[in-house]
């Protein structure tokens, strides 16, 4: 009988030694919701092999208040609706705290209207379009800058140039638009006249001649001294290589989205001379050394590049940033980690040193990088240069 008692309180001592021990160990479940097919994959595999590569480097030392990361991925295939499918998935799984993604532009208002009703934080990577963002949603955080700070750089750059009259040639979706539209009304704010063409071009698009071969007249016409393509992706080099075979010798200038490895290696010779405003990744070997963000993304960039074998870039750095940020509120969350805590810590995160720069986030502001986050870059002998001008940075 005496046998029997002390098994029972044995295995009961070991029952609830071993529960708080595995409690302890249940990890923070992240949601994240990208394009992994579809015409953004390549760049959105660049940003999964970023988070997955933070979260193991992260686990391997003990997590986050002795508990593990865990990824949750769900492809959204470039669609809307299942983007909000995911969305919809992920906020009925009480064990997901928070939800990354979507990345692209046009699918991000849908699913931050569902983290808004379910009250789950959604963590939006890509600029948004700045009506989205004018909402103040309580549960979404923007990483990068809004299409109104970016413009708003591209203006201070025509400026050190003294540029006077642009011409915009804006891809038929909504970011370039409304980069375009912000471009235009901050330049003529500052004097400046442009003009934003009627022509514009698809994604998809391989060859811009027939668009740019109308441009011509128009840029010799009004005395078009830049030529702003407001683009992304593998149309920038292509409307560079059009423009530049038309004869079309006047500068050029590009998106945030130019300062990539492959949009030099598409344009060739048309990419030099190319300016733009860039992340901080972009060029950060050539940060000032007291920037405190330029340790971080040389450590970061050596890891990456013994990992996957590439440099390291900016979608690479929202990777890395993104986790930091989210490991940085868990740290601070006092008790049980929920998801209105965690929105909570996130919301008051202060000084945060990333690859991108200083985030800040406050009850009134969900941006968390600022204008002077970012960098002007020209390239010049296939790379990319930074470019400084007294006064702006």
């Known amino acids: 009988m005496k046998k029997i008692v002390w098994a029972i309180l044995l295995s009961f001592t070991i029952v609830t030694w071993i529960a708080p021990v595995q409690a302890a160990r249940t990890p923070y479940k992240i949601g994240v919701n990208l394009e992994l097919t579809g015409p953004w994959a390549e760049v959105t595999k660049t940003l999964k092999n970023a988070l997955v590569m933070e979260v193991e480097r992260i686990n391997k030392t003990g997590g986050v208040n002795g508990r593990p990361l865990e990824l949750v991925f769900e492809d959204n295939g470039f669609d809307v609706g299942r983007a909000a499918a995911n969305m919809t998935k992920f906020t009925r799984d009480k064990e997901i705290l928070l939800v990354l993604g979507p990345f692209e532009d046009n699918l991000q208002a849908t699913t931050r209207a569902i983290a808004e009703r379910e009250k789950i934080t959604n963590i939006i990577i890509c600029p948004s379009n700045p009506m989205v963002r004018d909402l103040k949603q309580k549960w979404a955080f923007n990483m990068a800058q809004s299409d109104i700070i970016v413009s708003q750089k591209l203006v201070d750059l025509s400026l050190a140039r003294k540029y006077k009259k642009a011409l915009v040639f804006p891809a038929a979706h909504p970011l370039a638009l409304s980069l375009a539209d912000y471009y235009k009304k901050f330049g003529e704010e500052k004097g400046m006249k442009v003009i934003i063409s009627q022509e514009t071009h698809k994604p998809t698009d391989i060859d811009m001649t027939p668009q740019l071969t109308k441009l011509k007249p128009i840029i010799e016409k009004e005395k078009v001294d830049v030529f702003y393509a407001s683009t992304a992706g593998p149309p920038g080099p292509i409307v560079c290589k059009n423009l530049r075979a038309l004869g079309i010798k006047i500068p050029i200038l590009g998106t945030h989205a130019f300062g990539f490895g492959f949009i030099i290696a598409l344009g060739g010779e048309a990419m030099e001379g190319v300016e733009f405003p860039a992340a901080k990744p ?112």
């Open 282 to 393: 972009v060029v950060f070997d050539q940060l000032d050394d007291n920037d405190p963000v330029k340790p971080i993304n040389i450590d970061f960039d050596k890891r990456w590049k013994e990992r996957y074998g590439t440099p390291s870039d900016q979608i690479a750095g929202y990777g890395y940033d993104t986790i930091g940020l989210i490991s940085d509120a868990l740290k601070r969350v006092k008790g049980k980690a929920t998801r209105s805590g965690l929105r909570d810590e996130l919301e008051n995160t202060k000084g945060f040193k990333g690859t991108h720069g200083m985030y800040q986030f406050s009850p009134t502001e969900h941006d968390g990088l600022s204008k002077k986050d970012m960098v002007f870059v020209r390239i010049e002998g296939g790379k990319f240069i930074r470019i400084k001008f007294p006064g702006l940075e």
